[in-house]
């Protein structure tokens, strides 16, 4: 017999055979829900802001509509990432100590109050909207944070070996629809507007090209995206606590066994006398500071965390160049051509378009193919090709800007996006929730993904002012090294993040408690209580 089934749990060892059933499904949907809120929720502020900079910071006297002023730009878009980073280190501490599916309900009212509060940011003054809007974005993040640890966890623990990496990659694939969503609802809603309320372009009435009406725009856009989280709430409080919190941490096997009798539809008996034999050796029972902690996995934990770090300041930067390839195709032109509407509606035509050509077919071939091909190869390729890909919109960066060559731009530029979903965007999510023991899992889980949204902010602000034009900068930053500069920097990330992959094992077709090495433990601890006797 295998050494895990031998001395382990029958409940852990039913989980990791049972074959792909109705619940597996049902699991993907609920906690993929919440991943899809999260997406929802933190990519469509990028649809709005250039709504917000004509709503609130125009001056009509000036020849161009008005634009978020650069700090204000950091603080609308950056905060829910901060908030974000906080949340998955506290939730997912919160759900090592209070169990997955109780913290998982706080994470869904968190965030449906906080995206009501988004929509509702009503004040007097500019300055005062803004303050509204960043604290409920805050906290917002705050809650969508908590996520992060929270699905990939429940997946993990939920899923059978063999299928256990395509199940964790769907839920995380769920957040390309999210940003899908978040197009397609923005366009669908400016364009419900524009055909309402038909607006003249700013340079032909500076005042009349906003309206009234626009201020209703981005409220209803944010608020939409408490709608999935209300509905994912009922079925989220009905799902059982995984067996494997139940039994290896909260130590109640017969609690785990007839929960997981009813989802698995078979009978499971109840292993009290050997639980209570594993808590009396006190097995497995180190903490995340301790020496055993770090001498069995602080390399996989810093594998876990730089990756994740790597990955994202790259994929988040990818944003930086978006203007270039939309403004070299037609796709948006200059705003002044434009009233604040017609704008809103070309940047969600194109962002939904660039979702739904490179970023949603990525996740799902990782989907397919991680149980097949393995968590460390297709990491391994992503971050190869994004460094390829980065290096050849880089090298000919000037080639790919001159008219007629904006096709091979957009392709080079959707490629980029294509292989950071099928490779370290989906591995980086999936690998740390099947690595660690059960009572750390979603800990090490909420600090891999903090140190992913520490580079996203990186990503997302500090090569925002790194890639501006060192000699005609955009109005209020300083100069820059340029988008071709910056290019280089981001194909040398990937490449250390490629080098930093060798931390991470592979945990492809092996159960939780052989990768977590708490199957080792109870083997060990039996053969030795086994000896002892025959030693007296």
Not at 281 to 302: C, I, K, M, T, Y
Not at 481 to 493: E, K, P, Q
Request: charged share 15%; net charge neutral.
């Amino acid at each position: 017999m295998a050494r895990s089934e031998q001395q382990g749990l029958q409940v852990l060892s039913a989980l990791d055979a049972a074959k792909t059933q109705w619940y597996h499904f049902t699991a993907i949907v609920v906690a993929g829900m919440g991943f899809f809120t999260d997406a929802y929720d933190l990519f469509c502020i990028s649809l709005v802001t250039k709504l917000l900079g004509r709503i609130y910071y125009t001056d009509l006297s000036k020849p161009n509509p008005g634009s978020l002023p650069p700090g204000v730009a950091a603080a609308v878009n950056g905060v829910a990432f901060c908030g974000t980073l906080s949340g998955q280190l506290f939730f997912g501490w919160l759900g090592d100590k209070l169990g997955r599916k109780s913290v998982y309900g706080m994470t869904l009212v968190l965030m449906v109050i906080c995206s009501i509060g988004s929509g509702l940011s009503f004040a007097h003054t500019p300055t005062s909207v803004m303050a509204s809007l960043c604290f409920f974005r805050f906290w917002l993040g705050f809650g969508i944070g908590g996520d992060y640890p929270l699905s990939a966890t429940i997946m993990s623990e939920y899923a059978n070996k063999k299928t256990r990496g395509a199940f964790i990659a769907a839920v995380f694939a769920m957040q390309g629809f999210g940003i899908l969503a978040g197009g397609i609802v923005t366009l669908m809603i400016s364009a419900i507007f524009r055909a309402a309320f038909p607006k003249p372009a700013y340079q032909d009435d500076a005042a009349g090209s906003i309206g009234t009406e626009a201020d209703f725009v981005w409220r209803i856009i944010l608020m939409v995206g408490a709608v999935p989280a209300l509905l994912t709430y009922y079925w989220r409080m009905k799902m059982p606590e995984t067996a494997r919190y139940t039994a290896l941490v909260a130590k109640n096997a017969k609690l785990a066994a007839s929960d997981m009798s009813k989802v698995l539809q078979v009978q499971l008996e109840d292993e009290s006398e050997k639980m209570e034999e594993m808590v009396r050796r006190g097995n497995n029972d180190f903490g995340l500071f301790s020496p055993e902690f770090a001498r069995r996995h602080g390399l996989h934990l810093v594998g876990t965390a730089t990756t994740w770090f790597l990955l994202d300041i790259a994929f988040y930067s990818q944003n930086l160049f978006q203007k270039d390839i939309f403004t070299a195709i037609n796709w948006i032109h200059k705003a002044r051509t434009m009233s604040a509407l017609d704008e809103v509606f070309r940047i969600s035509r194109a962002q939904t378009l660039i979702a739904l050509c490179g970023t949603v077919p990525g996740y799902w071939f990782t989907v397919f193919l991680i149980d097949v091909v393995g968590r460390f190869k297709i990491q391994l390729m992503g971050f190869f090709m994004m460094t390829v890909f980065m290096l050849g919109l880089a090298i000919p960066y000037h080639h790919w800007t001159t008219p007629g060559n904006q096709v091979a731009f957009v392709v080079m530029y959707g490629f980029t996006f294509f292989f950071a979903n099928f490779g370290p965007n989906a591995t980086t999510f999936v690998v740390p929730a099947e690595i660690f023991p059960a009572r750390l899992r979603s800990t090490c889980h909420g600090i891999s993904a903090a140190a992913g949204k520490a580079g996203a902010m990186i990503g997302a602000f500090g090569f925002l002012y790194a890639a501006q034009d060192p000699h005609k900068p955009d109005a209020g930053y300083r100069p820059g090294i340029g988008v071709r500069n910056s290019l280089f920097v981001l194909a040398g990330v990937n490449l250390l993040g490629f080098a930093l992959t060798f931390l991470v094992p592979e945990a492809n077709g092996k159960s939780l408690e052989e990768m977590s090495g708490e199957a080792e433990d109870n083997e060990d601890e039996a053969r030795g209580a086994k000896v002892q006797p025959s030693m007296a």
